[in-house]
């Protein structure tokens, strides 16, 4: 699992995945796929920030989904939060990674 650390109010840096199977290590095609990160507080059930991948068509294809912070995506208390990476496919199945992400965010100065 990464963690991921970040400084609250900043705009940067992206996050970039690379989406593979568990089991065979293949790379997840997704061409015809929407991927969205979504970011809560450790230990809450309500989702703050909601991203969706901002990747073209050359990096889809390789897996790879990168999420861009918006504006005030990270105007939040510094804590521990957790983000999942779901990807809903033109067919309407939608898959979540059973793995999370794990963000650390500190006070600027």
Do not use: C, H
Not at 84 to 91: A, Q, R
């Amino acid at each position: 699992m990464t963690t991921y650390y970040l400084v609250q109010g900043d705009d940067a840096p992206q996050i970039k995945v690379t989406l593979t199977r568990d089991v065979t290590g293949d790379i997840i095609d997704l061409t015809d796929a929407a991927v969205r990160l979504k970011m809560r507080k450790k230990g809450t059930d309500t989702v703050l920030i909601t991203r969706t991948s901002a990747s073209n068509a050359t990096q889809k294809e390789a897996g790879i989904a990168i999420f861009e912070w918006g504006d005030t995506d990270l105007d939040m208390n510094a804590g521990n939060y957790e983000a999942e990476i779901e990807i809903s496919y033109s067919s309407g199945i939608v898959e979540t990674v059973y793995e999370t992400l794990d963000f650390v965010v500190r006070e600027d100065f």
